[in-house]
């Protein structure tokens, strides 16, 4: 599977937030937001069913 970038724009404050509950789990902040994104695309297709790409 090829990886991506994906640039976001955050403010500090949250960003500062962020690296504080990664390194409490011990994960990078980009390995957390992995994490959140993964446990988000998980909760939408337990809702709405698979999702199915067109390739």
């Keep these: 599977m090829a990886i991506k970038s994906l640039s976001i724009r955050i403010e500090q404050e949250l960003l500062d937030k962020l690296h504080v509950v990664a390194d ?24 709405h069913g698979e999702i199915r790409l067109g390739k």
């Design 24 to 47: 409490y789990e011990g994960r990078s902040a980009n390995s957390q937001i992995l994490v959140l994104i993964r446990r988000c695309v998980e909760q939408y297709e337990a809702s």
